[in-house]
C-alpha cells in the first residue's frame, strides 16, 4: 500500500513538474496585452482589448490602423497565418515534412506563390502602401514576442518573416476553401453524361423543384422521369467502395436582410453566419477600426481574416454587409489534344508549345522534391485518370482574382452604392448581402465575372476551335441585382438565387439543394416582429423541415405490423416519436437521417460503382439525387429499382434494415443513439495530438452539438457557423457577434476560450466591443 502511495505522489509530481515547465515554455509567447512599443507608425496608436479579446484600435491614419491589425493579428495569430499562405502557395512540407508532400504536390500547379509576386507589380500605390504598413506591422508584432509560438517549438522550426505576397496567399487560400474542386464535379458530370442516355443523365441531374428559394421568385420545373427504359447500367450490382451520393453543400454560409419597413428602428437588419471549418483558433478575428479620413471620423466593426488587413463582413454605421458561397460555376475543364510528344497541344491558333515550370518542393528533414507543372494557355494540365487529357480554366488563375477593393466597403454609405462596387473586387465570388441606415437592402454577385461562350457548362468541352472560350469581364451595370424587393427579404444559402438570363450569367457550381435556403425565406415571411433577436433565432433554427416527408413515407410503408415482424418496432418509434429537430437527445433524428442516406446510396449506388469505376465519386455531382429519387418513388417502376430488390417497398424495408443495423453497430443500442453523441463538437488544435498526456487541453470541450445539413443552423462535430453576426448600420448596439473558440491562439491568453462557451450555449454577445480592460500603445520611433 505505501510503494502504491509512494508511486502516486512521484506521478503528481511528474505531472507538476511537466506542467510547470510547459507553463513556463508557453509563457514566453504570450503578449503583454498592456505593453508600450515602439513602432513603424506616423502617429501614436491604441490597441484596446476588452474582457473578451475583442480588439479596438485608434489610429490616424489608416496606414496604421493597418499596420495595428497587423500587429494584433502576429501577436495572437501568426502560426495559423503561416499555415495558411503555405496551404495557398503548396509549401507546408518545409513546415511539416513528408506528411504534407501530397497536399503541396496538389497545390503548386496553381502556382500561387508566382501569381502573388506578379500581382504586387500591378497593385496600386495606395493598396502597396496599405499591404506594406500591415507586413511591417506583422513582423514587428512577432518580433515583440519574447518567444515565437509554442507550435514552432514543437515543429522544431523558426518563423518566417511575412512578406506583402503572403497576404495575397492567404486570399488566394480562400479560393482553394470555397472553389477549390479542381475540375472534380465537371470531370464527374462528364463521365456520367458520357455514360448514359440524354434524357436520363438530365433527370438524374436536375435542379430541384421541391426547394426553391430564389430571390428573383424565378423557379424549375422538374424533369420527369424518362418514358425510356432505365439504362441497363444503372441496374446492374457493381460494387464501389465509397457509395457516397451528392447529398448537401454546407460549405458557404447563410446570410439574409430585412428592409427598414419592418423593423423598429427603420434601419435594415443583416444577419450572416459563414459555415466553414472549424478549429482552434478559429478563423475570424473580431476587430473595431477607428481612423481619420479626410477630415471625417471613420469607424467599422466586425470581422477580420487574419493575414490581411480588411474587415470582411461587418458595418460601417452606413452599411452593413455579409457574405455566403455564390456556389455558381467560376471553372471550366478543358479537353486538350497534345501532339505525339506530348510537348505541345491544339489552341484556335494552331499548335503552341506547353509550357514546363519547374517548382521545388522543400521539404523538413527530406531531400527537395522536383515537380514540373505543364501549363497551357487556359491553365495547369491536371492529372485525371484517363486518357483524354485536361486543362482547367479557373477565375483563381486570372490576374484579376485578387485584390484590395474590398476595403472600399469601409467607407461605401449606401446599399445601391455598394452593389456597383461588384466587378471591381477581387475575392472568390460571393453572394453579398447589404443594409444600409436608410432601410434598403440589396443582393449581387461581389468578384469577377467573365462573360463565357460554352456549349455546356456542367461538362468537359473542347476549346481549340474557337467556340468555346471565355470573355471580359462583365461591367457593373450586367451583374445580376436585387434591389429592395417587394417582399422587404433577401436572403441567400449556397443554393440558386437567381433565373433565367442572369443564371446563364453565373452557371452553377454545385448548389445545394436549397431546403435551408427555403426555410430561412419560409421563416422571414412568417416573422411578426422583425428585429435583432428574431433574425437570431433563425439562424439556430434546426427543425428537420427536409426529413418531414421521409417521417412520413417510413411510418405510411413501415407499419407497426410489419415493423413487429421485422424487428424494426422501436427503430419505427423513436422515429415517430423524436425527429422532428436536430436536437442532441433526439434519437428519432438520428435514425431518420441515417434511414434517407440509406435509401438514396441504395437506389444510386450504381452510379456510384459507375463513377468509381471511371476514377470520379458520385458525391462530385452537381446535383443532389433527392429530386430524382421522390420521382422515381412516385411511379415505383420496376424497371428503375435496382436489381437486386423485388420491388420499392423491398428496397425501403431494406434500406431500414440497413440503417438500423449501422446505428448498432456504432452505438449497441438505439437508446445510445442520440443526435449529441453523433453530433459532438471536435473543434481541436492542430498539434494536439504532438503533446502526450495535456495535449488535448488545446482543444475546446467535446460537446453535443444542435444542427445538422439542410437546415439553417448547419453545425457538424468540426464544420459550421463560423460566427453568428447580426446588425443593423447606425444601430450597432442592439447588434450580435459569436463567433466559436476565441481570440487568440494562446493557450494562456484570456481570450483563448473566451467566445466559446457563448457560441456553443448560443448566447448572443454584443455586437460592439464591451468596457476597456486591456490597453497597448504603439508609440513612432524618436
Partial sequence: MKILSWLFALLLLLILVCSGSLYLFLRG???????????????????????????????????????????????????????????AAGELSALFGLRALAQD??????????????????????????????????????????????????LKAEPEAWLEADTLLVIYSMYLDLQGKAGRDEYAMTKLSAALPADWYQFLQQHSADWQAAIDQS???????????????????????????????????????????????????????????????????????????QGQSRQ?????????????????????????????????????????????????LGWQDVKHYQEQIHIKDAPTEQLTVLYTEWGPLLPFPDEQPYALRWIAHQPYAVNFNLRQLEVTTGAAEALALAPTIGIPAQNLLVADAAGNIGWTVFGPIPERQLADWDTAQVWHQGSNFWGEILQADAYPRVLNPDSGHLWSANARTIGGDAYHLIGNGGYDLGARGHQIASSLQQLSDADENALHRIQLDHRAVL?????????????????????????????AESSDYAAPDAIGYTLLRQFRLSMLELTFAPIAALLEQAGARSSDLKYSMETPFWLLWQQQRQDTLPASYSSWQDLLLSAAQDSQQKILAQYGSLQQAN???????????????????????????????AGDSHMPRVQHAAFGQSQRMVVAPGQEQNGILVIPAGQSGHPLSPFYRADHRYWQATIALPFLPGPEKYQQQLLPAP
Avoid at 496606414?63 to 496551404?87: C, K, N, W
Avoid at 427504359?229 to 446570410?255: E, F, M, V
Wanted: glycine letters at 6%; hydrophobic letters at 40%; a neutral charge.
Fill in 219 to 293: 423557379r424549375v420545373n422538374a424533369v420527369p422521369v424518362p418514358d425510356s427504359p432505365y439504362p441497363a447500367i444503372l441496374r446492374q450490382q457493381l460494387s464501389c467502395s465509397h457509395c457516397a451520393i451528392k447529398d448537401a453543400t454546407d460549405l458557404g454560409s447563410n446570410n439574409f436582410a430585412v428592409a427598414g419597413s419592418a423593423t423598429p428602428h427603420g434601419a435594415a437588419i443583416l444577419a450572416d453566419d459563414m459555415h466553414l471549418s472549424q478549429r482552434v483558433p478559429g478563423i475570424w478575428y473580431k476587430v473595431q477600426l477607428n481612423w481619420q479620413q
Fill in 675 to 705: 443526435w449529441g453523441k453523433r453530433n459532438s463538437a471536435r473543434i481541436e488544435h492542430p498539434l494536439a495530438s504532438a503533446i502526450p498526456l495535456l495535449g488535448r487541453w488545446l482543444n475546446m470541450p467535446v460537446t453535443p452539438l
Fill in 547 to 575: 426529413l418531414s416527408r421521409w417521417q412520413q413515407l417510413l411510418l405510411t410503408e413501415l407499419s407497426p405490423a410489419l415493423a413487429a415482424e421485422t424487428g424494426l418496432s422501436d427503430f419505427r418509434q423513436y422515429i
Fill in 105 to 154: 504536390q496538389q497545390q503548386r500547379p496553381h502556382l500561387f506563390r508566382r501569381r502573388a509576386e506578379q500581382l504586387l507589380t500591378t497593385l496600386p500605390a495606395d493598396e502597396l502602401q496599405l499591404l506594406a504598413a500591415y507586413s511591417r506591422g506583422v513582423n514587428e508584432g512577432l518580433a515583440s514576442l519574447a518567444r515565437p509560438p509554442f507550435e514552432y517549438s514543437l
Fill in 29 to 87: 509567447s504570450l503578449p503583454d496585452y498592456n505593453g508600450r512599443y515602439q513602432a513603424a507608425v506616423a502617429d501614436p496608436v491604441t490597441l484596446a482589448r476588452d474582457a473578451l479579446g475583442y480588439l479596438v484600435i485608434r489610429a490616424t491614419e489608416r496606414t496604421d490602423a493597418a499596420y495595428a491589425l497587423g500587429f494584433a493579428h502576429a501577436q495572437e495569430r501568426f502560426f495559423q497565418m503561416d499555415v495558411s499562405r503555405r496551404f
Fill in 300 to 348: 467599422v466593426t466586425g470581422l477580420s481574416l487574419p493575414g490581411t488587413p480588411a474587415i470582411v463582413v461587418g458595418s460601417n454605421g452606413h452599411i452593413a454587409w455579409g457574405f455566403t458561397n455564390s456556389t455558381a460555376d467560376w471553372h471550366d475543364l478543358v479537353k486538350v489534344t497534345l501532339s505525339e510528344d506530348q510537348q505541345q497541344y491544339l489552341s484556335p
